[in-house]
Nanobody, 117 residues
């Protein structure tokens, strides 16, 4: 079984930065599966923020975070990260870690990011 635990959320002022982390655990290998960050704001559907492939050379970002967010992973530590810079109030949401294991998706419980002055 796969467990994902997010951390690093909090309250930050507009223009500030946060780094989210996601720790994966279980007895399975993660390095060959793509991982992603999603977010869900109150009243909105969950949306994809960024995805990273197994080699870390393949990354994709939603247009609304391009140039501000960076996704990365450390396969040896089974960690996924999201560096978020120049945060905006519209980035306020619950951020979820996701791993796609051959069509089966696993999710963490999320970490809350609030951008407000």
């Amino acid at each position: 079984q796969v467990q994902l635990v997010e951390s690093g959320g909090g309250l930050v002022q507009p223009g500030g930065s946060l780094r989210l982390s996601c720790a994966a655990s279980g007895t399975t290998i993660y390095s060959i599966n793509p991982m992603s960050w999603y977010r869900q704001a109150p009243g909105n559907q969950r949306e994809l923020v960024a995805t990273i492939g197994s080699s870390s050379t393949s990354t994709n970002y939603a247009d609304f975070v391009k140039g501000r967010f960076t996704i990365s992973r450390d396969n040896a530590k089974k960690m996924l990260y999201l560096q978020m810079n120049n945060l905006k109030p519209e980035d306020t949401a619950l951020y979820y870690c996701n791993i796609d294991r051959w069509g089966t998706n696993f999710w963490g419980k999320g970490t809350l990011v609030t951008v407000s002055s």
